[in-house]
């Protein structure tokens, strides 16, 4: 007679190898191939929003770089939200938009202890823009959100507007790094990018079915947020929350690979550890706000990307963690009643079965990381030794998600800032 426990592994074994078995096939769709979008008939106005803490060492060169965009600077407004600086922030923002001919441009202090976060400080500036009788918001056709720390391809606007004319109202763009070589920490993270954009971003764009932002150099549409209360997504991951909101109401997020911004990467362990401690959180808060949501549109016409959100936000690795500890913990009790040399036998099997576990589980990341190089190796500079070295970290970077995804389950998380230090132009990144 079957353990009921036994069977009741087995059933969740096979479901869960049934609801993710696509993830191992549409990353192959953007092994070679990338979705490409008409030239736009029309060139349409961007408000560009920056909302920054203390990043007075960068926020200059992020601004220049948009000054220099191989697009029409009349239909450009910059909007800076300076979020509880201690620093010159707003005064070096405003002397670099000044060098500048935007169509417009507005400067704004918050200070707010209480409200910590990126969420609020779009809020604060959208309203700001709304309420102001110099800003003439009809005349804004969409909406471009970065991090301080960004910088701009001179035609990051020029494609993205090919995606609005196109009629997209949501679209990310391609993530790089300004300080990809400067140690295994910054390589690692940015390869994590690498792979959203690669084998995430791409093959859903060329499906036309949804993705999802990730934090910054995204576009949305005039027309999306004039049916929002301002910027109202604020858990941890504003970005996740908003992309699944979006996804549930049947709006469709794309993915604009030639529209490049660069971006600054942890450089220590703890920055990183603080940074995916709060990406982790932010998706546990997004679970339980949106799951409700996401599972009464399972029957409309947008399901799979509801479905794919789902997945995405899923508390997967700590659930598989506890099944597994009770699953054998329960065996070992069981089978210690049948002697201790059968349960020496399992105990046995189990190590062996763990330590394979291990080897196969890192060989597959290291390839994995591997690929992501060399697919990558037009747009990432890294000499061979190099991509072996990165790949050979990666697997233990990526298995640092389980302590993480542990630990945030019980441990309060609040925002905490990374510290941007690399002033490089974006002339300097692309010699």
């Given at each position: 007679?079957?353990?009921?426990?036994?069977?009741?592994?087995?059933l969740?074994?096979?479901?869960?190898?049934?609801?993710?078995?696509?993830?191992?096939?549409?990353?192959?769709?953007?092994?070679?191939?990338?979705?490409?979008?008409?030239?736009?008939?029309?060139?349409?106005?961007?408000?560009?929003?920056?909302?920054?803490?203390?990043?007075?060492?960068?926020?200059?060169?992020l601004?220049?770089?948009?000054?220099?965009?191989?697009?029409?600077?009349?239909?450009?407004?910059?909007?800076?939200?300076?979020?509880?600086?201690?620093?010159?922030?707003?005064?070096?923002?405003?002397?670099?938009?000044?060098?500048?001919?935007?169509?417009?441009?507005?400067?704004?202090?918050?200070?707010?202890?209480?409200?910590?976060?990126?969420?609020?400080?779009?809020?604060?500036?959208?309203?700001?823009?709304?309420?102001?009788?110099?800003?003439?918001?009809?005349?804004?056709?969409?909406?471009?959100?970065?991090?301080?720390?960004?910088?701009?391809?001179?035609?990051?606007?020029?494609?993205?507007?090919k995606?609005?004319?196109?009629g997209?109202?949501?679209?990310?763009?391609?993530?790089?790094?300004?300080?990809?070589?400067?140690?295994?920490?910054?390589?690692n993270?940015?390869?994590?990018?690498?792979?959203?954009?690669?084998?995430?971003?791409?093959?859903?764009?060329?499906?036309?079915?949804?993705?999802?932002?990730?934090?910054?150099?995204?576009?949305?549409?005039?027309?999306?947020?004039?049916?929002?209360?301002?910027?109202?997504?604020?858990?941890?991951?504003?970005?996740?929350?908003?992309?699944?909101?979006?996804?549930?109401?049947?709006?469709k997020?794309?993915?604009?690979?030639?529209?490049?911004?660069?971006?600054?990467?942890?450089?220590?362990?703890?920055?990183?550890?603080?940074?995916?401690?709060?990406?982790?959180?932010?998706?546990?808060?997004?679970?339980?706000?949106?799951?409700?949501?996401?599972?009464?549109?399972?029957?409309?016409?947008?399901?799979?990307?509801?479905?794919?959100?789902?997945?995405?936000?899923?508390?997967?690795?700590?659930?598989?963690?506890?099944?597994?500890?009770?699953?054998?913990?329960?065996?070992?009790?069981?089978?210690?009643?049948?002697?201790?040399?059968?349960?020496?036998?399992?105990?046995?099997?189990?190590?062996?079965?763990?330590?394979?576990?291990?080897?196969?589980?890192?060989?597959?990341?290291?390839?994995?990381?591997?690929?992501?190089l060399?697919?990558?190796?037009?747009?990432v500079?890294?000499?061979?030794?190099?991509?072996?070295?990165?790949?050979?970290?990666?697997?233990?970077?990526?298995?640092t998600y389980?302590?993480?995804?542990?630990?945030?389950?019980?441990?309060?998380?609040?925002?905490?800032?990374?510290?941007?230090?690399?002033?490089?132009?974006?002339?300097?990144?692309?010699?």
């Amino acid at each position: 007679k079957m353990d009921a426990v036994v069977i009741i592994k087995f059933l969740v074994s096979v479901t869960l190898a049934v609801l993710y078995a696509y993830k191992f096939v549409i990353p192959l769709i953007g092994l070679n191939t990338k979705k490409k979008f008409p030239e736009a008939k029309e060139n349409h106005t961007f408000a560009v929003l920056i909302a920054g803490r203390n990043e007075e060492k960068v926020i200059g060169n992020l601004i220049e770089s948009i000054a220099n965009q191989n697009y029409d600077k009349s239909l450009i407004s910059v909007f800076v939200v300076a979020d509880n600086c201690t620093d010159n922030t707003a005064l070096v923002a405003k002397q670099a938009i000044e060098k500048s001919q935007f169509g417009g441009w507005g400067i704004f202090e918050r200070f707010n202890k209480e409200l910590v976060g990126k969420g609020y400080a779009l809020d604060f500036l959208l309203d700001k823009i709304k309420t102001s009788k110099e800003i003439d918001e009809t005349k804004i056709d969409a909406f471009l959100v970065f991090d301080a720390d960004n910088l701009l391809d001179e035609n990051f606007i020029y494609e993205t507007n090919k995606v609005l004319d196109a009629g997209y109202d949501i679209s990310t763009s391609y993530r790089n790094s300004k300080n990809f070589n400067t140690n295994t920490i910054s390589a690692n993270s940015g390869m994590i990018f690498l792979r959203e954009c690669r084998f995430m971003h791409t093959p859903r764009a060329i499906l036309n079915s949804s993705t999802f932002i990730s934090g910054t150099g995204f576009m949305v549409s005039t027309k999306i947020l004039n049916t929002e209360t301002g910027w109202k997504y604020t858990t941890l991951t504003e970005d996740i929350e908003f992309s699944t909101c979006q996804i549930a109401k049947g709006n469709k997020i794309t993915y604009c690979d030639d529209a490049i911004f660069y971006d600054e990467q942890p450089v220590t362990f703890k920055a990183s550890w603080n940074q995916r401690m709060r990406w982790q959180k932010g998706f546990y808060q997004c679970f339980a706000k949106y799951f409700l949501f996401l599972i009464s549109t399972f029957f409309s016409s947008h399901w799979f990307a509801s479905y794919e959100m789902m997945l995405m936000i899923f508390p997967f690795a700590p659930i598989t963690l506890f099944w597994s500890v009770f699953y054998y913990i329960y065996m070992g009790v069981k089978h210690l009643f049948a002697g201790v040399a059968f349960a020496n036998s399992l105990f046995m099997n189990v190590v062996v079965g763990l330590i394979a576990g291990l080897i196969i589980g890192y060989v597959a990341l290291f390839c994995y990381g591997l690929l992501i190089l060399i697919v990558e190796r037009k747009r990432v500079k890294t000499t061979f030794w190099q991509k072996i070295r990165y790949s050979l970290t990666f697997p233990i970077f990526i298995a640092t998600y389980l302590p993480i995804s542990i630990v945030c389950l019980f441990k309060k998380v609040k925002w905490k800032q990374i510290p941007h230090t690399d002033s490089r132009k974006i002339d300097e990144i692309n010699k």
